[in-house]
């Protein structure tokens, strides 16, 4: 890495590829873990070429806060690949979407419809008859395996998609059919988002789809929109049937479908059209269930491996909520070490280890060296919540460090941002952090969990673009509540 002739600082330093196909046959699976490696020998900034894409990996706070909070505008694009593009509608949506007013505007939406208090005030019903239903399930199956990641992942999904169309005329679209179809599908295309593609790195070879990648996301995407196309599409018909046209409300509130067709009427959103409209709920659907599956997942593995950790959640739930009663939402910012130990939980197992990658609009100085404009930025988050610079012992499942009140997951402090931090954070965490703390508070107040005889703990990783437990975690229920009216 040699100074530019025009006295821009070099390139970060990287190791050295082979010619054409560049890094690519030296990177392992587990990306996260090889770049906190690579960092080691090749400092805390450095550069893989990967075929003819520059990939530019940061693995300190320092460095983290330059990219996402003091150049964050000039970092606030996105390189999609080209299974997150097609699974987008062509990056139409707002995770895949570059920085510009069209992605401003999609994003208010978001915000705005479902994630302010007031919205989310509007949809508590839906998340205890929700939360309420699971645990019926889960005592219904008392004794037998339970998959966390499943339970949480469909309560989840049953939470989101009444928020989207609640008063759908669609018979059955609540059903529990079309959400494991749903789950099916949005598991289906990350395995494919997360496949490394040779059209990615080569983009002269991208036309030839050499491993399929892109018609098999094509086809994955088709099928979701069926399902999309025809919620929307019984939502018109059943409105131009109405005589007095009004619509359908609950608590006074429009579900999401319902306020998408008339921004789309009034022309209030800027043109926004029917494809828009699917891509939000694409992102609603692809934000939100994996990764709060995910999460409970390594939450549920972390405190049954850890004994006292267990004793310590159950006795604050016996004392906040009390045997007699089961967990309610107005329950949950009393359950403070509940709170530290998913804090503790996105500390070690981020659910995104690399974020999602940023683009610079321009060539930018990070760390000494030129990133260069429209290279692929990687910010390994997972690493920096696991330095020995930011964390004691920070190997060690430990809730006590998040007891202080000063953490939250607004990415302000770098030490931990399980959710990014800057303008491309995660607009999903108020409605992330609330349904995550409650489903793990009444799972663990409402049943005893063990392992499957001859089944060990295991905390081990599968890297993907998001970062799941190697195994999903399999528990088995037994009833802690005395009074079995509280589980039905
Ligand atoms: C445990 C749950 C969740 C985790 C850990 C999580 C994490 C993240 C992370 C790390 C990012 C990337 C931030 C960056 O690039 O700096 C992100 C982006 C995003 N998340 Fe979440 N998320 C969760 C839940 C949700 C939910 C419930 C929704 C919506 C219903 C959602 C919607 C989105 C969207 C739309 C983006 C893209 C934002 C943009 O590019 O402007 N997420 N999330």
Known sequence: TTPKSNGAPPLPPGPRGLPIVGYLPFLSRDLHKHFAKLARTYGPIFKLQVGSQVHVVVNTLDLAKTVVRDHDKTFANRQPSVAAATSSYGSQDIVWSNNNSYWRDLRKILVQEIMNSKSLEACRSFRRDE????????????????????????????????????????????????????????????????????????????????????????????????????????????????????????????????TLLDLMEEKKATSLNITQIKALLLDIMFGGTDTTATTMDWAMAEVMQNVKVMKRVQEELAEVVGLNNIVEESHLPKLKYL??????????????????????????????????????????????????????????????????????????????????????????????????????????????????????????????????????????????????????
């Open 131 to 258: 939360v309420r239903k699971t645990i019926r399930r889960v005592y219904d199956s008392i004794g037998t395996d339970i998959d966390i990641n499943e339970i949480s992942f469909s309560t989840e999904a049953n939470v989101l998609t009444s928020i989207i169309w609640e008063n759908t005329t669609a018979e059955g679209a609540n059903d529990s059919d079309l959400v494991a179809e749903l789950q099916t599908i949005v598991s289906e295309i990350l395995e494919l988002v997360s496949e490394p593609n040779a059209s990615d790195l080569f983009p002269s070879l991208a036309w030839f789809d050499l491993q399929g990648i892109e018609r098999k996301t094509k086809k994955k995407l088709d099928q979701l929109d069926r399902i999309f196309t025809r919620i929307i599409d019984d939502r018109i018909e059943f409105n131009s049937k109405r005589s007095d046209g009004a619509v359908v409300e609950h608590e006074g509130k429009k579900d999401l479908i319902q």
């Open 339 to 488: 709170d530290a130990v998913i804090k503790e939980t996105f500390r070690l197992h981020p659910v995104l280890p690399l974020l999602v990658p940023r683009s610079p609009i321009e060539s930018c100085k990070v760390g000494g060296y030129t990133i260069p404009k429209g290279c692929i930025v990687l910010v390994n988050v997972w690493a920096i919540q696991r330095d020995p610079q930011n964390w004691d012992n920070p190997l060690e499942f430990n809730p006590e460090r998040f007891l202080a009140d000063k953490w939250d997951y607004k990415g302000n402090d770098l030490r931990f941002f399980p959710f990014g931090s800057g303008r491309r954070m995660c607009p999903g965490v108020p409605l992330a952090e609330k349904m995550v703390v409650y489903i793990l508070a009444s799972l663990l107040h409402s049943f005893d969990w063990t392992l499957p005889k001859g089944e060990k703990h295991d905390l081990s990783e599968k890297f993907g673009f998001v970062l799941k437990k190697s195994k999903p975690l399999v528990a088995i229920p037994s009833q802690r509540l005395p009074n079995v009216n509280l589980y039905m």
